[in-house]
């Protein structure tokens, strides 16, 4: 192996195990006792993933994160907290600011080696997303050579986060501090009502943006992001985005169409859920589906989705589904729905 992992700590006795450790599993291992100092030798030695404590003096973990995000060259280095603290709120301010990772003190020798192997792989297929995003972003830019360069610039500055299933991106009522792009996966997002049942009010996938509403309206999000599948997203800062719509209009337009989309959709839930019949809801919603699947007759969703989606009972769902089988509208294999009959699920009476 010649891959290089900066440990900043200021536990000597933590730092010598953690060093030991990844030596002898062929790792070269470079040193920091400090935030600053870590930061330093981050900039200058370019390391393949850094290991950092929280709880430091000079500068704590945040805080290094923080300065070695606004570096482009260190931006995009992996970035594993290691630490004794446990606390939710810690960990979603850490994975919020474009922490890759973290591993809990005490750890063990195969805790240890096992994060870093899985992490620098993960770097690796964030190579192929960042070629991605970058024709992704292609898309919202004019033909200005300007306008695409900053959009470059703006993805290479940017860290690209691994989401697996069922892991929440935001909360209800967390402030933005950005937009994220799909690179890679499906995540919902979602409402839950007082007595807990739960209300999908979007599903995004591969170069979907999510959080153009909080953006533009500088809101906090009103929805809960969680992934349906392994995401890959990335996340646009909110200061530079909204600088770019300043200075480019054909960029604002395009975000403004996305926004004016989203609004639709979620006028058209709404008013599918007052005045539609539970089979026209639920045809509705697959046939919203339908529009967003890369295969458009094979949907891949759960029943409990759907229910979601439709603001339906699972039984409900799960009759109404029988039904559509019956009458050869559909076929159920193994989690995946099969559209058979497009035009008659079209044309569905309330």
Known sequence: MNECILIIDDEDLMRTVAAKILKDAGYKVIQANDGRVGVNMASQLKPDLILCDIMMPELDGFEVLQLLSKNQETAVIPFIFLTAKTDRLDFRKGMEMGADDYIIKPFNHIELVNAIESRLKKNEIRKIS???????????????????????????????????????????????????????????????????????????????????????????????????????????????????????????????????????????????????????????????????????????????????MAGMALETVSRTLTNFKDEGLIEKKSGHIMILELNRLERIKN
């Open 130 to 308: 960042f070629t991605k995003a970058l024709q992704s972003l292609d898309n919202l830019a004019n033909n200005s050579k300007d306008e695409k360069a900053e959009l470059k610039a703006l993805i290479a500055s940017r860290k690209i986060r691994q989401i697996k299933k069922k892991q929440i991106l935001y909360y209800d009522g967390d402030q933005p501090t950005g937009i994220y792009l799909i690179l890679d996966g499906c995540i919902k997002t979602m409402k839950l009502s007082d007595d807990g049942r739960e209300f999908m009010t979007g599903l995004y996938k591969t170069d979907n943006y999510l959080g153009v509403s909080a953006l533009l309206l500088n809101e906090a999000f009103k929805e809960t992001a969680v992934a349906v599948e392994d995401a890959t997203v990335c996340l646009l800062p909110k200061d530079i985005i909204l600088s770019l719509l300043t200075r480019y209009p054909a960029i604002s337009q395009q975000f403004l169409r996305i926004l004016s989309n989203n609004i639709c959709e979620k006028e058209d839930q709404m008013i599918e859920l007052a005045y539609n019949s539970v089979r026209k809801r639920l045809a509705q919603v697959l046939l919203r589906l339908n529009k967003k699947s890369d295969d458009p007759m094979l949907l891949k969703i759960s029943r409990e989705e759907l229910a979601g």
